[in-house]
């Protein structure tokens, strides 16, 4: 069956680093789009950068140039390259993964979209 297995996560102070991983098994790794989302406390769970079947990528507006998605298809294991952290990047971060192969990169923001979900790795950026 399929497996996400987030890690990387941690307590850093504003303006460093951290790499998120999300180790992936049981579906065609190279034929799917996955992405990253996350949840702060009290607030909705939020799309934060996407990568497509096809290795295009998606941010959302507040991480571009400071985040960096990326995969290792031998390694069946997708990154979230965290540069730049701020105090509001603080949070869960779930790695997901599309139901449907192929799938466009503007159906990626979308949570709906998505069949399976990590369990989740905290992020905390101290000011």
């Known amino acids: 069956q399929v497996q996400l297995v987030e890690s990387g996560g941690g307590l850093v102070q504003a303006g460093g680093s951290l790499r998120l991983s999300c180790a992936a098994s049981?579906?065609?790794?190279?034929?799917?789009?996955m992405g990253w989302f996350r949840q702060a406390p009290g607030k909705e769970r939020e799309f934060v950068a996407a990568?497509?079947?096809?290795?295009?990528?998606l941010y959302t507006d507040s991480v571009k140039g400071r985040f960096t998605i990326s995969r290792d298809i031998a390694k069946n294991t997708m990154y979230l390259q965290m540069n730049s952290l701020k105090p509001e990047d603080t949070a869960v971060y779930y790695c997901?993964?599309?139901?449907?192969?192929?799938?466009?990169?503007?159906?990626?923001?979308?949570?709906?979209?998505?069949?399976?979900w990590g369990q989740g790795t905290q992020v905390a950026v101290s000011s």
């Open positions: 049981g579906f065609t790794f190279r034929s799917y789009g």
């Open positions: 997901a993964v599309q139901t449907q192969r192929r799938t466009t990169l503007a159906d990626l923001s979308r949570d709906g979209g998505y069949g399976y």
């Open positions: 990568i497509s079947w096809s290795d295009m990528t």
